[in-house]
């Protein structure tokens, strides 16, 4: 039996971890921790249907079957409690260690450093202290330590690629990095970190922008939202990976990583917001039936282009199985099911 402690375990990336988990190891013993308390229906962030706004909800394939529910538990902890997560470990005494806690891009300075900084430190003391001897770590990062990259580096950035982290949420997680890596030689700890892209999935917060297309667009596909969207600069390029592509890597990196490795988790494929925008019209069936307003909004110190090498991680084995095509068809679907029912239930 192999036993997984899941910090974030209720986030985005978390719930799809621990769907991954119970479907690929009937034997697996998982551990999700985070601040809020247990909630198996619903995220703790929210998502649009039309003029309204609700607690968004968890996919139905990743709700945890009854079956399988004593291979999961939660506890509601801080990461930064030293005494609460060195109790829980001492406990649980996990073989591997995924931290996927962090905060969001545009969450306060000092939220962003508390959960990314101080709460990765907080953590790794809290291993060291308990002595369980974890046999892997697994620390989520992000593509946007790279910040913008120059020409020559591209189409893709490799993992040797200087980091210029070009705002704060960037610059919280490459503190992360450098201060858990100090610490992890310091305590003989095995660990890797994944720097995850620009995810893509059912459930996603719609600071992301495929999440905050899909609403729009799947809205006034059903009519509950005129036939307007608004954008902001569609001439940047990202990187986009599925979440599910995303769990199945972090564990294979649980499994083979090279302790002391850094590895992108991307798709290796450029591709212009704009395109993400046709793409989701398309399969909407609304391509020319909707006005665009552009300029809308816009994010500061944006990055033009960005797109991952998946080079090392392709060497342990990993190959993408959704396609961004897919993964935009699945996020509609989620709005058009699981949003609008909950929707139509809270009314």
């Not at 300075?109 to 001897?133: K, M, Q």
């Not at 059903?222 to 995303?246: A, E, K, M, N, Q």
């Not at 935009?328 to 929707?343: G, T």
Request: glycine share 8%; aromatic share 6%.
């Amino acid at each position: 039996m192999s036993r997984y402690l899941i910090t974030g375990g209720q986030g985005f990336v978390g719930r799809y971890l621990v769907a991954h988990l119970l479907d690929t190891d009937r034997h697996a013993d998982i551990l999700a921790v985070g601040r809020s308390t247990r909630d198996d229906r619903t995220f703790t962030h929210a998502v649009r249907w039309g003029g309204r706004t609700l607690l968004a909800p968890v996919p139905t394939p990743l709700r945890i079957p009854r079956r399988r529910s004593a291979q999961y538990r939660y506890e509601a902890v801080d990461i930064r409690d030293g005494p609460a997560v060195r109790l829980l470990l001492r406990m649980f005494a996990p073989d591997v260690v995924f931290h996927l806690a962090a905060g969001l891009r545009d969450d306060p300075p000092e939220h962003l450093f508390r959960t990314n900084v101080e709460g990765t430190i907080a953590l790794l003391e809290a291993l060291a202290e308990s002595a369980i001897g974890v046999q892997k770590l697994v620390l989520g990062s992000s593509g946007s330590v790279y910040g913008a990259p120059s020409v020559g580096t591209m189409p893709v950035i490799d993992e040797d690629a200087p980091c210029v982290p070009l705002d704060l949420y960037a610059v919280s997680k490459l503190a992360s990095e450098y201060a858990s890596r100090i610490l992890t030689r310091r305590y003989a700890i095995p660990a890797v970190w994944a720097r995850l892209f620009n995810l893509v999935g059912p459930g996603q917060d719609e600071r992301h922008v495929c999440g905050r297309f899909a609403a729009q667009i799947a809205a006034i596909a059903r009519g509950v939202s005129p036939p307007l969207i608004d954008v902001g600069d569609l001439t940047p390029t990202r990187d986009f990976i599925d979440v599910r592509d995303v769990a199945a890597a972090l564990l294979t990196l649980a499994a083979h990583g090279r302790p002391g490795d850094v590895y992108n988790v991307a798709s290796g494929t450029e591709t212009p917001i704009e395109h993400v925008l046709m793409i989701t019209l398309r399969l909407a069936g609304l391509e020319k039936r909707v006005e665009i307003r552009r300029g809308a909004y816009h994010r500061p110190a944006d990055i033009p282009r960005h797109a991952g090498s998946v080079t090392r991680l392709a060497g342990l084995g990993v190959r993408r199985q959704y396609e961004l095509e897919r993964s935009l068809r699945d996020v509609l679907a989620y709005y058009h099911n699981d949003v609008s029912e909950a929707a139509g239930a809270a009314e």
